[in-house]
Every structure is written in structure tokens, then in C-alpha cells.
């Protein structure tokens, strides 16, 4: 892998009150929970890190992260990084729009319409992060 692009699982990340902490969407529609690894006013202790339920409009930004690439010209999402033998391999995700494409490369389904393969980092092109903005406002919550 690139010194300058790791693949990291897909997640959420939310900028709050100058900072920006990793984040999951809920519990309720119009709430984002926000995750630090150390004590900070506000946040609650729960199993090894601390984290605050806020309301999404007071978020400055909200994106999921994720890793994608190509794969036999087709796109592809990032699952999980190996090394075995000193060889780098990736498990990704089928994100084209034909289970034909995708069997035909060697994915295997693993439920319906979704598909995931482990092959040689080197097969794999055009690596990057991708950084999707969230509405802060999510559909259906406005009068």
C-alpha cells in the first residue's frame, strides 16, 4: 500500500465544536453519536471510550469515509487489509451494477447482490479515500 493512502474501514466522521471525532448515525433520525478515546465534558464512559449523542444541525459537517478502487475495470469498496507471505492483499466489495460482471472476475456472493473477493493489492487501481458529505438535515425530518 501507498505511504500515502491507507485503506480504513468505511465510518462515519463529524466535525463538533472545533474538533472532529468519529461518529455513527442514530438513535433517533436527527442525532449523531460522537466517539472520543479520552474523558471530555459532556461525553459518557461506555466500554472503553466516551461518547455524546448530539443533534445533526449542530454538526459543522458530517461525511462517511471510505476506501474505494477498481478492480478488472470495475468499482470497488475497500473492506480489509492482509499480508500473508510478505504479499499485501485486499478485500473488497462489488459496487458496479452486474452480478455477471461480478462473478465473471472471481467475487463470490455473499448475499443477494452483494459480492466480496480477496485478490493481490497490486490488482487493485486507483485507490483512494472517499469523503461523501451527509446532509445535516436528513429527509423526511423537515415540516
Known amino acids: 500500500m501507498s505511504a500515502e493512502i491507507e485503506p480504513v474501514a468505511s465510518g462515519f466522521a463529524a466535525h463538533y465544536s472545533g474538533r472532529t471525532y468519529a461518529a455513527a448515525l442514530?438513535?433517533?433520525?436527527?442525532?449523531?453519536?460522537?466517539?472520543?478515546?479520552?474523558?471530555?465534558?459532556?461525553?459518557?464512559a461506555a466500554s472503553g471510550y466516551w461518547?455524546?449523542?448530539?443533534a445533526r444541525e449542530d454538526l459543522d459537517w458530517l461525511v462517511l469515509v471510505r476506501t474505494v478502487g477498481a478492480f478488472g475495470g470495475e468499482p470497488c469498496l475497500v473492506l480489509d487489509v492482509s499480508e500473508e507471505n510478505?504479499?499485501?492483499?485486499?478485500?473488497?466489495?462489488y459496487t458496479g451494477h452486474s452480478g455477471m460482471?461480478?462473478?465473471a472476475l472471481?467475487?463470490?456472493?455473499?448475499?443477494?447482490?452483494?459480492y466480496e473477493v480477496v485478490v493481490p493489492r497490486d490488482e487493485v487501481f486507483s485507490v483512494r479515500i472517499e469523503r461523501l458529505p451527509v446532509p445535516l438535515t436528513p429527509e423526511g425530518s423537515e415540516p
Open 101 to 103: 460482471k461480478a462473478e
Open 106 to 114: 472471481g467475487y463470490w456472493m455473499v448475499d443477494h447482490g452483494a
Open 51 to 54: 461518547r455524546l449523542v448530539v
Open 26 to 44: 442514530g438513535p433517533g433520525a436527527t442525532e449523531v453519536v460522537l466517539f472520543n478515546e479520552a474523558a471530555q465534558k459532556g461525553f459518557e
Open 86 to 93: 510478505g504479499e499485501e492483499s485486499l478485500h473488497i466489495a
